[in-house]
């Protein structure tokens, strides 16, 4: 069982920069694939940027250049950091874990923080 807790949302004007934090809580962290995703009001939940246990990444075109996914498995944290920020990055944003065995697979969703953007 994995916990994830996201921090780090808030107002920003557009062209600004914020940092969003998961803290994840239980065994084997480092064998997770971490993502953020986010979800504006009535569209679908996108994948933003993804890494995976041996830390390649992954990000989005839209995000591409602004956006940097990292994670520190020593302290069990996933980091967002976001910049250039734009009023259409407006979402909340979740943090996701998830791990396969072959046998079973493990998917695990924090409750999200919102970023607003402002122009």
């Known amino acids: 069982q994995v916990q994830l807790v996201e921090s780090g949302g808030g107002l920003v004007q557009a062209g600004g920069s914020l940092r969003l934090s998961c803290a994840a809580s239980?065994?084997?962290?480092?064998?997770?694939?971490m993502g953020w995703y986010r979800q504006a009001p009535g569209k679908q939940r996108d994948l933003v940027a993804s890494?995976?246990?041996?830390?390649?990444?992954n990000t989005a075109d839209s995000v591409k250049g602004r956006f940097t996914i990292s994670r520190d498995n020593a302290k069990n944290m996933v980091y967002l950091q976001m910049n250039s920020l734009k009023p259409e990055d407006t979402a909340v944003y979740l943090c996701?874990?998830?791990?396969?065995?072959?046998?079973?697979?493990?998917?695990?969703w924090g409750q999200g923080t919102q970023v607003t953007v402002s122009s």
């Open positions: 890494i995976t246990s041996g830390g390649i990444t």
């Open positions: 239980g065994s084997m962290f480092s064998s997770y694939a």
């Open positions: 996701n874990a998830k791990r396969s065995n072959g046998l079973y697979s493990y998917n695990y």
